[in-house]
């Protein structure tokens, strides 16, 4: 897998989304939250991703794009490190919880924390 974030790989689907949220299960590591299932693609990817961050904790639109594009920066810097060895097909929703705004070294520290958990859980089954 490598280090870039191409549109294929991005979760731009409504009804998959609301499929996610309502069917998905989740793993947190504060400020972040990773929603996940596991689904097919026509596309030939690993996994798609979409990340956001809540309207009513930051108010402006200029706080709320920073922050996503911290979290799809982080993301496509470490995806390769977590998700080559994932053998079926996922689509994932990164959410910022938190109520401050994060530099991109906090971003990093939590992903890869939020990362691990998900790998342990999949691990699991």
């Given amino acids: 897998m490598s280090a870039t974030y191409p549109k294929k790989e991005k979760l731009k689907s409504k009804k998959l989304i609301d499929q996610l ?3 998905g299960q989740s793993v947190s590591a504060f400020p ?3 929603v996940y299932m596991p689904t097919t693609f026509d ?3 690993i996994a798609k991703t979409g990340v956001s961050v809540s309207k009513r904790n930051f ?3 200029v706080d709320r794009n920073r922050i996503k594009r911290l979290l799809r920066e982080v993301y496509r810097l470490n995806k390769a490190d977590f998700f080559n060895n994932l053998t079926t097909q996922h689509a994932f929703m990164i ?5 401050d705004k994060p530099t991109f070294t906090q971003v990093e520290t939590r992903m890869k ?3 691990e958990k998900f790998s342990n859980k ?4």
Avoid at 95 to 99: F, R, V
């Fill in 21 to 23: 949220f309502t069917e």
């Fill in 59 to 61: 108010k402006t639109a």
């Fill in 95 to 99: 959410l910022y919880i938190g109520k």
């Fill in 43 to 45: 596309e030939d990817v």
């Fill in 32 to 34: 972040l939250r990773l």
């Fill in 122 to 125: 999949i691990s699991k089954k």
């Fill in 113 to 115: 924390i939020l990362f």
